[in-house]
């Protein structure tokens, strides 16, 4: 049985496979070059029966079937096959009563026969009609003018249809005798529009009332650039890149809107009011070169990094004055270190300057399952892809390879980090291992990266969306690197719902002061108090005593330092956020940010020499708030961690920075209580 | 029943039977059914003693006999954890619940040693926070507030999101105030409101005008009518700023909190109240003490004491009673053992204060003596007249109702006078108040028998 069915299966595949050009070039070549011509007959034949069963159709089928049909005639005519030569004939003229036959390889002598043979089966039309280019078909077949204008058709009863593009069609029933011609008188009535359009340049889309009909092309006929040479000069169009015709039949009349679009180009939109039941034909339509330029430098001056625009390479950095289309664009810059990606939109005329700084990329590795039932594991990996948008998949296949690198990654495997750190640069590695709790699915996510080993893990529960939430925010929000300070502490006064001055260092401004305006915004708490402060200087409305009083204040941008252990933050990814801010920082307040939470990652993973030596790097300013002071403490917290007792209170002692340093943020604890509470903590045990 | 039995059907085919019966008891556990968990815990432990599973049994089995109320049974099995399974994962969580039997239990010494030990051997445990909060607490009782400070900025710098962040602050606002810093005691509640701790904005509203008042010296200026009630005596104050005013005449206490009054009816007369957050309201009606769980007669040497016209409970369940008849003052342990009798001189009542100090207000209410918990005087001070009541806010700021109630005297938790003002020209009346309680937000409450109103000065 199966035999039979693999049998039943190869035998009909020639059938739908049928490459009727190669089979026809090939019998060609045959008949043209090879010693046994008569081996042709077979190819052209199979081309004949493929048209004849309908397998193969259409206007060039057709073409082919002709053409195959005539060189049959030759072949059986060398062979002595008359009869079979006469089948043909009948055939053609069946199939196409005005066909004339390839006089280049077919002899006179078989015109002759092929001609007086048509004689016994056709008669002629005469067409009268006021309207020029007629669509003709009797039955079926389709009818062509001869060169006297008469069309040639098969003797006997015939239905003819008489139309053309935006006319009524008319249908006749006639009688042909053979040899003679029959006079058809006919008028058409027009029902349609029509609208022609030329564009420069070419490849144009064109829509009639938003439909697509299709696109301009091909070139101008000379006959039209000849005729309207004054137009083409008058509306200033470059004749070698205007297009042909494109013809818009079947239009209704009333009004239309017809318009043109090409990329780089202004679209143009033009009303066509009450149009007739006529041909229309509009002036050529220049279209306007829509552009802009784009200027893309890499953040930091010796970063290299490439192009891509659109997926297209464009080359490397720095790209000065790229033209480009008006629109939106993908921007892409692979560095060594990762990529940057930016999706943005460019105005006509606009030069528009991106600094591409690189951001690591997000990897994620796939989970691996329990077992076999897989439905957990594909829906938390396109839950997470969904929410992470394109995460590049590292060798996502479900084979043993795969399975493996999780393996390798879980066991801290430097070999497979390093695969991933030549293939994708700096990334941050998201992978998970499928378990079961109590009859339960969870999934332990793992979060690492390539420039340390440092697993964190987070357990997701595929039923609750939220433990997903949490972890994607987890990974994808940043701590704040810097705030505006203005050396002010405030509280929410409950009575007043106003923030009043709990310390100052500010002259001007006292404890006890009620802060009624930030720049002339109310706030009404701490937090919107410290988010209006504007560097430079901001102007507050206070009121002490009763009275009210107006004071400027000098507002910096200052670090913030981020706590050691936050379980709404994976360290692994802030990490590497800090990181990339060093080594393409902004402001220098910017990089000390990025440099004191780079040393609280460090602690974080018990990383106390890193963290020191990170520290050690930062600089910044003795005075209050985040500052000199602040840096000092947090090396203390160094020594404090390896249990270096005898060099936390070495450093201590030798404090010597500003009394109002301290630690979080501007109004944190004070660095000097802090060690004072230290010394507390030491002195009795 | 058939679920259950399913479970362990499915249980036994997929895991191994011990890993089986820990994951039955987390399972009753969370529905409840605690005797069933239990069950299967010590199960586990009677059948796979070596399993990885046996100390997270231990310890659930440990803190659900904590949860009851059971130290005793508790600390058996915790103790088990750690002189069985060592440095297992359970450790410090057991290390954890025996530091919080041995602080209920007074034991403040042990206590300590405990979490201090704790936080040495674990230094990466999830418990850390809670750690630092206990140590915290314990060196504010001993009044080592700086060392307090030291553990609660590591709860602050280290772990914002901890369920102890909030009262970490809160902590450190009144040891800052206690230290003399109320500016960063502000700052300390400044930042709860910054990191959106909404749930305990009324506590932190209470705790912000209590420490802008004292910061800003906003004197008490003004007095209203806070609620109308026959014969008004004794005052307390309680949770959520409920004020407890007892019916001198009607035998029984109002209690009324914002939007909500209710009674309480008492045995017999009051003669003292005592509230603290841990144990509710207690009550006096002389020769018992009246809890929310039902009355303590108090039995000193074969003798029930008579007339407690003063008591409190201190934070390890301790009680002191003063019984006027006799004219001395007893300690009693928390499960009503005599543990001392005081003569300390004329009393006249006595209260605590959050950090352990006792006031004693004696001879004629013209001396106040500070004492310890020890019995030790530390302090006195004769210069107050007439000192009709005594009060305290939560950052242990001290009022005195003086001049047989014609005066209102607020000194500050290290004994400075705040203020020292004639009632009179607050309320504009003539009358005399015999009882004052004070909130969380240091609003003051007066009230006298022969008036109808109770009044709030602010």
């Known amino acids: ?685 | 029943m058939k679920t259950l039995l399913l479970f362990l059907l499915i249980g036994s085919l997929t895991s191994p039977n011990d890993q089986r019966l820990y994951e039955s008891g987390l399972a009753f556990e969370a529905n409840q059914n605690y005797e069933q968990a239990m069950r299967e815990f010590n199960l586990l432990l009677e059948q796979y003693p070596k399993s990885a599973f046996a100390d997270d049994a231990l310890l659930e089995i440990g803190r659900y006999h904590f949860n009851q109320g059971d130290a005793e049974r508790a600390k058996a099995f915790l103790d088990r954890i750690i002189s069985e399974y060592g440095k297992s994962d359970s450790s410090d969580n057991a290390y954890l619940l025996i530091g919080r039997i041995q602080l209920k239990a007074g034991d403040i010494d042990d206590a300590y040693n405990t979490f201090f030990h704790l936080k040495g051997a674990f230094p990466e445990s999830d418990v850390l926070d809670r750690d630092y909060f206990y140590l915290s607490i314990i060196s504010s009782r001993r009044g080592q507030f700086k060392k307090a400070l030291y553990f609660l900025s590591q709860i602050y710098t280290r772990f914002s999101e901890s369920p102890v962040f909030p009262d970490s602050l809160y902590q450190a606002a009144y040891c800052y105030y206690r230290i003399g810093e109320p500016q960063e005691a502000l700052k300390m509640i400044a930042a709860l409101n910054e990191e959106g701790k909404g749930e305990q904005a009324v506590k932190a509203e209470d705790y912000t005008r209590s420490l802008l008042r004292f910061l800003l010296k906003r004197h008490y200026k003004r007095a209203k009518q806070y609620f109308q009630m026959d014969n008004p005596s004794l005052l307390a104050t309680g949770e959520a700023n409920t004020l407890y005013v007892q019916a001198k005449k009607g035998r029984f206490i109002q209690m009324i909190s914002p939007g909500q009054n209710r009674r309480r009816n008492t045995p017999g007369n009051v003669r003292a109240m005592y509230y603290q957050n841990d144990v509710g309201l207690w009550f006096s009606t002389g020769d018992q003490l009246i809890s929310p769980s039902g009355s303590v007669r108090l039995i000193a040497e074969g003798s029930a004491l008579q007339d407690i016209t003063s008591f409190f409970l201190t934070s390890s369940g301790e009680i002191w009673a003063f019984d006027k008849k006799t004219g001395l003052s007893y300690v009693f342990s928390k499960e009503r053992k005599l543990i001392r009798k005081m003569a300390l001189g004329d009393v006249d009542f006595f209260k605590i204060r959050r950090d352990g100090r006792i006031f004693v207000v004696k001879n004629s209410r013209n001396v106040m003596e500070i004492r310890t918990l020890d019995g030790h005087a530390i302090k006195q001070f004769n210069n107050f007249k007439k000192i009709v009541d005594i009060a305290f806010d939560p950052l242990d700021n001290i009022y005195l109702l003086t001049n047989k109630g014609r005066s209102l005297s607020v000194l500050t938790s290290d004994f400075h006078v705040f203020q020292s003002v004639q009632l009179q020209s607050i309320t504009h009346s003539s009358s005399r108040y015999n009882h004052l309680a004070v909130d969380q937000g240091a609003n003051i409450f007066l009230s006298v028998s022969r008036e109808r109103e109770i009044l709030k000065v602010y």
């Not at chain 1, 090409?262 to 050529?284: A, G, I, T």
């Not at chain 1, 990654?409 to 990334?427: A, F, H, M, P, W």
């Not at chain 1, 409305?541 to 400027?552: D, H, I, N, T």
């Not at chain 1, 020191?612 to 600089?619: A, E, G, I, P, W």
């Open chain 1, 1 to 685: 049985m199966k035999k039979l069915i693999v049998f039943l299966l190869i035998a009909t595949i020639p059938i739908f496979g049928f490459d009727v050009v190669s089979v026809f070039h090939d019998n060609v070549q045959i008949f043209e070059n090879s010693d046994n011509p008569e081996n042709a007959i077979n190819g052209f034949q199979k081309i004949v029966s493929a048209y004849d069963l309908g397998e193969i159709k259409g206007t060039d089928a057709f073409g082919y079937y002709l053409q195959s049909m005539e060189y049959l005639i030759v072949l059986y005519s060398n062979k002595g096959d008359t009869k079979t030569v006469y089948t043909i004939f009948e055939k053609i003229i069946r199939s196409d009563p005005g066909h004339k036959l390839n006089k280049f390889f077919i002899s006179p002598k078989i015109i002759r026969d092929f001609e007086n043979k048509r004689s016994q089966m056709v008669g002629y039309l005469k067409i009268k009609c006021p309207v020029p280019g007629l669509n003709v078909s009797a039955g079926t077949l389709k009818l062509s003018p001869n060169s006297k204008g008469l069309y040639t058709t098969l003797a006997g009863d015939l239905t003819l249809r008489i139309g053309k593009e935006n006319y009524q069609p008319v249908t006749r029933n006639v009688t042909v005798a053979v040899g003679k011609t029959v006079e058809v008188e006919v008028d058409l009535i027009r029902t349609l529009a029509s609208v022609t359009v030329l564009t420069d340049p070419t490849g144009a889309q064109v829509f009639m009332d938003g439909v697509l009909m299709g696109e301009t092309s091909g070139s101008a006929p000379v006959d039209y650039l000849k005729d309207h040479s004054d137009t083409i000069e008058e509306l200033g169009l470059n004749p070698s890149t205007l297009s042909n015709y494109f013809v818009i039949n079947r239009v209704e009349p009333g009004d239309h809107v017809l318009e043109l679009k090409k990329n780089c180009y202004k679209p143009v939109r033009l009303s066509l009011p009450k149009l007739e039941k006529r041909d229309y034909q509009f002036k050529p339509i220049l279209l306007e070169r829509s552009i802009g330029y784009l200027i893309v430098e890499a953040g930091a001056d010796d970063q290299t990094g490439d192009l891509f625009l659109d997926s297209r390479r464009i080359g490397s950095l720095p790209i000065r004055d790229l033209e480009v289309c008006s629109g939106e664009h993908l921007l892409k810059v692979a560095f060594e270190n990762g990529t940057f990606i930016k999706k943005l939109k460019v105005e006509e005329g606009e030069h528009r300057v991106v600094k591409a700084v690189p951001k690591p990329t997000l990897l994620f590795t796939g989970i691996k399952p329990l077992d076999t039932n897989l439905s957990t594991v594909r829906q938390v990996t396109n839950s997470l892809e969904k929410q992470f948008q394109k995460i590049p998949f590292y060798n996502a296949e479900m084979d043993d390879s795969y399975i493996s690198a999780i393996d390798g990654l879980l066991k801290g495997d430097n070999k497979v980090i390093e695969n991933i750190r030549n293939d994708y640069g700096q990334s941050l590695i998201i992978l998970g291992v499928e378990k079961r709790v109590k009859l339960k699915r969870f999934i332990d996510v793992y979060v690492l990266n390539t420039e340390l080993y440092h697993q964190e893990k987070f357990t997701l529960d595929p039923a609750n969306p939220d433990s997903e939430k949490r972890f994607v925010e987890a990974v994808s929000i940043m701590p704040k690197l810097v705030e505006n300070t203005a050396g002010i502490a405030v509280i929410r006064d409950p009575d007043r719902n106003l923030p009043v001055v709990i310390s100052s260092t500010v002259e001007g401004v006292q404890a006890g002061d009620v802060i009624l305006s930030v720049n002339g915004n109310q706030c009404a708490n701490e937090a919107s108090f410290y988010k209006t402060l504007v560097v430079p200087e901001t102007k507050l409305q206070l009121e002490r005593s009763g009275a009210a009083l107006e004071v400027a204040v000098k507002v910096e941008t200052t670090p913030v330092v981020m706590r050691q252990n936050l379980n709404s933050l994976s360290y692994n990814s802030a990490y590497l956020y800090f990181l990339s801010r060093i080594q393409f920082p902004g402001t220098d307040a910017q990089k000390a940010g990025a440099q004191l939470n780079l040393a609280m990652c460090n602690l974080r993973f018990r990383r106390f020499e890193q963290a020191f030596d990170t520290l050690s790097m930062v600089q910044l300013p003795d005075r209050p708030g985040i500052s000199a002071g602040t840096v000092l403490y947090l090396k203390g917290i160094c020594y404090k961690e390896i249990g270096s007792w005898i060099d936390l209170q070495t450093l201590f002692k030798n404090y010597h920075f500003n009394d109002g340093a301290t630690v979080i943020n501007s109004r944190g604890l004070r660095v000097q209580s802090l060690i004072d509470f230290t010394f507390e903590y030491l002195r009795k045990q």
